[in-house]
């Protein structure tokens, strides 16, 4: 996870607000929707900078990679890419279609989020759209509604099982190594994190 925050010369010296904007994606390295969705979003927060900027906004910009079933149900990740300001997803409504680069990546068909705006549907989150967002969110009378989330979509689960499996396959863990310590107590490793022989992945 990368962290930065927006501020710059002429900038008030009292924040007199705080706001945290997050990026969540499945992939920064081929996915064309994550890497187009990133770049959107850096352009649409240059944009609303010097309104943030002469309000006294202070902008925390959170980058995260979602990289297992766990780690996206404790994040409450319902689909890639997500922009969220506040904690609040700025898609009013969660439409999907198949991705062809998160799908390459799993080895199985994978959907990844479109966005709706004005009518249209974007496989790139529009800069509009994200201004729209930021400035409505932050300035608004109402905050951005909340999704309700009940868990990791079956989609999402069936991505991460496919990345597993692949890495496994591979030799490599199917887990980071923080996953793999804190997943259970020591003693409990054999049934938690299952078979760990040459081969195998040693972590469900």
């Known amino acids: 996870m990368s962290t930065c925050t927006l501020q710059a010369p002429g900038a008030p010296t009292k924040v007199v607000r705080r706001a945290v904007v997050e990026f969540l994606y499945l992939d920064l390295t081929t996915c064309s929707r994550c890497l187009g969705t990133d770049a959107r979003l850096e352009a649409a927060l240059a944009l609303v900078k010097p ?22 149900r404790a994040l409450r990740f319902a689909s890639s890419p997500t922009i969220r300001v506040d904690g609040r997803d700025i898609a009013l409504e969660l439409v999907e279609s198949t991705c062809g680069s998160c799908g390459e990546l799993a080895g199985q068909e994978t959907a990844c989020r479109e966005w709706v705006y004005r009518g249209e549907r974007y496989t790139e989150a529009p800069v509009g759209m994200i201004v729209e967002a930021l400035l409505g969110a932050l300035f608004g ?3 951005l509604p909340e999704r309700p989330y009940a868990d990791v979509p079956e989609n999402l689960k069936q991505f991460f099982a496919a990345r597993q499996r692949s890495a496994s396959s591979d030799g490599l863990p199917c887990c980071s190594p923080a996953e793999q310590d804190s997943c259970c107590a020591p003693s409990e490793k054999a ?10 992945c040693g972590c469900r």
């Open 141 to 143: 009378p109402q905050a």
């Open 51 to 72: 309104v943030l900027e002469a309000t006294g906004v202070s902008v925390d910009l959170r980058k995260i990679l979602v990289e297992s079933e766990q780690q996206a």
């Open 191 to 200: 049934a938690c994190c299952g078979d760990s022989e040459p081969g195998r």
